[in-house]
């Protein structure tokens, strides 16, 4: 009888775990093909990957448990992907050390920036730049686009704020020279330009978003609870079940109408705060 019951259980956790990797599995086709991220991340997730199966991963589960191995790659590299797009400096080392032949470039001029959002539904700000720069004696003018992403990550910013972001951490690095611009010695014509050398810009990647669903999702906890702890306040001994229907229904219409006007009026002193 116990040993049906486990492998009843065992078969549950299977099914489970494949049909998790398979939500993983399309998770991670969509992510690859729709938002264009850089595949080399997911070369450095694989890599880490089977480093960490062999020396701590492989006594919980086997080569053969395929299912298993996407969700596992998949959640390496989402990390990975957190890590390395949240990080200027961690992009600047990574391109360096992928392209050993792109020299770095002096007295870059910024002759231009503008600064528009995105219109993808995970909406963020950006800048395009054209800057100038000399090699071995010509003069080049590059258009560099996608530069400086900022995602917002606290409730009640504005797509104003997220350009204004991006634009000023742009100037910024260009004033204070943190930017770092490098040529292809082979092709002069090719040049590529980053912006900051900050080790985290948390702003510059969707771990941004991130942040922002736990919010929500905190503001909802909090709401459940206030209203939890207000329904204990108005009615402690459970009064209201014992109401006639349309007096329940008019009672707890006018609490959630009061309570809704609380959130928001307090929701309002926040935005008057946030932007005084």
């Known amino acids: 009888m116990s040993l049906s019951r486990n492998k009843t259980i065992k078969t549950k956790k299977d099914i489970f775990v494949e049909i998790a990797g398979i939500v993983f599995l399309i998770c991670a086709i969509i992510y690859f093909f729709f938002f264009n991220e850089n595949l080399r991340v997911f070369f450095y997730a694989t890599v880490i990957y089977v480093a960490l199966y062999f020396i701590f991963l492989k006594k919980y589960y086997s080569k053969t448990d395929y299912f298993y191995h996407v969700i596992a790659l998949f959640l390496t590299f989402i990390i ?33 920036q503008e600064v528009d959002l995105s219109s993808r539904r995970n909406a963020h700000a950006y800048s395009t730049i054209v800057y100038e720069y000399s090699y071995q004696g010509q003069s080049y003018v590059i258009e560099q686009s996608d530069l400086c992403r900022q995602y917002s990550f606290v409730i009640g910013e504005e797509y104003s704020d997220l350009k204004h972001w991006s634009q000023d951490k742009v100037k910024q690095g260009y004033l204070n020279h943190q930017y770092v611009a490098l040529v292809n010695s082979e092709q002069p014509e090719e040049s590529i330009y980053f912006y900051s050398q900050d080790v985290f810009d948390i702003r510059g990647s969707w771990f941004a978003k991130l942040l922002y669903v736990m919010q929500i999702v905190l503001v909802g906890g909090v709401i459940a609870l206030f209203g939890w702890g207000v329904k204990r306040l108005v009615d402690p001994k459970d009064q209201i079940k014992k109401m006639p229907k349309m007096k329940k229904i008019l009672f707890i219409s006018v609490l959630a109408i009061s309570l809704w006007s609380l959130l928001f009026i307090g929701w309002m002193a926040m935005m008057v705060i946030i932007n005084s």
Do not use: D, G
């Not at 992907?81 to 001029?109: A, G, M």
């Open 80 to 112: 990975l992907t957190l890590l390395f797009r949240s990080s200027p400096l961690l992009q600047l080392k990574e391109f360096e050390w992928t392209h050993p032949h792109w020299q770095k470039i002096e007295n870059v001029q910024l002759l231009q």
